[in-house]
């Protein structure tokens, strides 16, 4: 019903920048609450950053200052800008929407992942 698909992920070295990009397509009315979530080996996934439709952000301590997080309502697409990349932001990054559908029950949705990896 509904896909987040992303792209941006890649190779970077430590104190550079990559902007991430997600779009979201389907049955979709709108959407509430998007985000940014790492999943890193033998852990839980967790959202990092996370967009309100009014702009209203949050950010975990670990990105706070270096990762701005954004969104188009229009385009139903979320961007994390990432600066000052560090070795230990590695992580496959997910997209994350809480989407209302357009029979209007709401469901979230994670996109497949893209892999960022910060090399020292």
């Known amino acids: 019903q509904v896909q987040l698909v992303e792209s941006g992920g890649g190779l970077v070295q430590a104190g550079g920048s990559l902007r991430l990009s997600c779009a979201a397509s389907?049955?979709?009315?709108?959407?509430?609450?998007m985000g940014w979530g790492t999943q890193a080996p033998g852990k839980q996934r967790e959202l990092v950053a996370t967009?309100?439709?009014?702009?209203?952000?949050n950010y975990a301590d670990s990105v706070k200052g270096r990762f701005t997080i954004s969104r188009d309502n229009a385009k139903n697409t979320v961007y994390l800008q990432m600066n000052s990349l560090k070795p230990e932001d590695t992580a496959v990054y997910y997209c994350?929407?809480?989407?209302?559908?357009?029979?209007?029950?709401?469901?979230?949705?994670w996109g497949q992942g893209t892999q960022v990896t910060v090399s020292s």
């Open positions: 967009i309100t439709p009014g702009g209203s952000t």
């Open positions: 994350y929407g809480q989407v209302v559908l357009t029979s209007r029950a709401t469901s979230a949705y």
């Open positions: 389907g049955s979709i009315f709108s959407i509430n609450t």
